[in-house]
């Protein structure tokens, strides 16, 4: 299986552990909600998907609005095909979601996988956040030393395409350090119990306090003011 076939698979188990849908409702929001899959097509997914009920992981069911069926056998089509997570499925989604390898810090796979932090351990989102930000920090420092090598026989058009890149670089690692600190903080609000506010943390009971521990539950995200993190895929930050 090839790297980008995998992580399609972990997205559509993903999509499908929310809720059953049918191809199309897949492909609309893999590439909506899930910007690396923007230019994939039909032909990816259909495969991936008969791989997966081959396995058990899905299963095929009819539509289950009547007068969609009724409008397809008029027009001599078939119903749509709505896809199910199995049980299987379930429990191999969740065994891919425990993983924290290096593949996972790769760019596409931890697009994905952030993806679906909401549905991930927090122990294993320190991991592949603290992962992705080592595999990041040591790109930087080749880019800085290709740099310094050769910056003195690249014109001025070549040389802002590179700063660019580092910059792109430099903004995730930045992005990442804020999310790694907000999980921290959110673990050990969660180690303090409940009863035991920390220094500046709303009592038990009050609407912030709701509040915080809910955001701590989900990781505890950073709140920007409007901001938007950089893109994980963004083909400048490779």
Not at 85 to 112: Q, R
Not at 187 to 207: I, L, V
Not at 211 to 232: A, I, K, N, V, W
Request: a negative charge.
């Amino acid at each position: 299986m090839s790297r980008r076939s995998g992580i399609l698979e972990f997205a559509v188990l993903g999509l499908l552990r929310e809720a059953p849908m049918h191809g199309y409702e897949l492909r609309k929001r893999l590439n909506t909600s899930l910007g690396i899959f923007r230019a994939f097509s039909y032909g990816t997914l259909y495969p991936c998907l008969k791989t997966l009920v081959a396995n058990g992981w899905l299963i095929e069911e009819p539509g289950s609005a009547p007068e969609d069926a009724l409008a397809a056998s008029l027009a001599g089509r078939r119903a749509k095909i709505v896809y199910r997570l199995t049980a299987e499925g379930k429990e191999h989604f969740e065994e891919l979601l425990s993983h924290t390898g290096p593949d996972s810090w790769e760019d596409e796979h931890f697009a994905a996988r952030f993806a679906f932090f909401g549905q991930t351990e927090r122990e294993v989102r320190m991991r592949v956040l603290e992962g992705r930000r080592s595999r990041l920090e040591e790109r930087l420092e080749k880019m800085r030393a290709s740099l310094a090598r050769t910056r003195e026989r690249l014109d001025d058009y070549t040389l802002e395409l590179q700063r660019h890149g580092m910059e792109s670089v430099e903004r995730e690692v930045r992005w990442l350090n804020e999310l790694i600190e907000s999980e921290r903080a959110g673990r050990d609000q969660r180690r303090s119990g409940p009863g035991t506010p920390r220094a500046g943390q709303a009592p038990e009971g009050s609407a912030d306090a709701q509040q915080d521990d809910t955001s701590g539950e989900t990781g505890g995200l950073p709140r920007h003011g409007g901001s938007t993190r950089p893109d994980p895929s963004d083909d400048t930050a490779k």
